[in-house]
């Protein structure tokens, strides 16, 4: 499976808007590009996902680059709730979801 | 209405123990899943079963038994507990396996083994 790689932590200040950055250079062309979530003492919950175009929902932004090498999660205004591990994953079969270490985001009021 | 749930919650057992994990899902998905997340907080795929049938089971003891009655249940068997199972353990189940399907977690059960 390619790889992904993300910083270890973030902070962000509460209302204000998060970058939160992947690159994924070995990426495939059959590599779906997505992003789960963490809570504290939660399970990991859906945020998006997309493959070449960039895609919104009601949670957030992916921003994709042309060359597909890297990718961006946009929280739009974060709020102390978007406090979480945040993980970048590539998927090619069908099954498994391989995590990584995730970005750790602080959201401070 | 919980999506996806597990039972017990929490589960503090001795060491060479039987224990066992439920998991049920009341969307409709036709596929399963075990991940267990250990004291580091890695997450790793364990099993998945698609249609009450076995598709993923990766390098994990064969103290553990995953078992399917039906589509929407999937549990956990253990035997002989050890020291080193103590990790929270997450259900998850998809529509089917594909690319682009959502899997959803259950709550998780916070295993510790004495």
């Known amino acids: 499976d390619a790889k992904t790689t993300q910083p270890n932590s973030m902070e962000s200040n509460e209302e204000e808007p998060v970058h939160l950055p992947c690159n994924h250079s070995?990426?495939?062309?059959?590599?779906?590009i997505h992003w789960y979530r963490q809570l504290p003492s939660q399970g990991p919950e859906y945020v998006i996902h997309g493959l070449t175009s960039n895609v919104n929902n009601r949670m957030a932004s992916l921003a994709i680059a042309e060359d597909r090498k890297s990718s961006t999660l946009i929280l739009h205004r974060a709020t102390l709730r978007d406090a979480a591990v945040y993980y970048c994953?590539?998927?090619?079969?069908?099954?498994?979801?391989?995590f990584g270490k995730g970005t750790s985001l602080l959201v401070t009021p | 209405d919980t999506a996806v749930s597990q039972t017990p919650k929490y589960l503090v057992t001795q060491m060479g123990n039987d224990k066992s994990i439920k998991c049920e899902q009341n969307?409709?998905?036709?596929?399963m899943y075990w991940y267990k997340q250990d004291s580091k907080k890695f997450l790793k795929i364990m099993f998945s079963y698609n249609n009450k049938e076995l598709i993923i089971n990766e390098t994990v003891p064969n103290r553990f038994s995953p078992k399917s009655p039906d589509k929407a249940h999937l549990n956990l068997h253990i035997n002989s507990l050890e020291l080193g199972d103590s990790a929270v353990y997450f259900c998850a189940s998809s529509r089917r396996g594909g690319t682009q399907e959502t899997q959803y977690f259950g709550p998780g059960t916070r295993l510790l083994v004495l």
């Open positions: 969307l409709g998905h036709d596929t």
């Open positions: 070995t990426i495939s062309g059959t590599d779906y």
């Open positions: 994953i590539l998927r090619n079969s069908g099954y498994a979801l391989n």
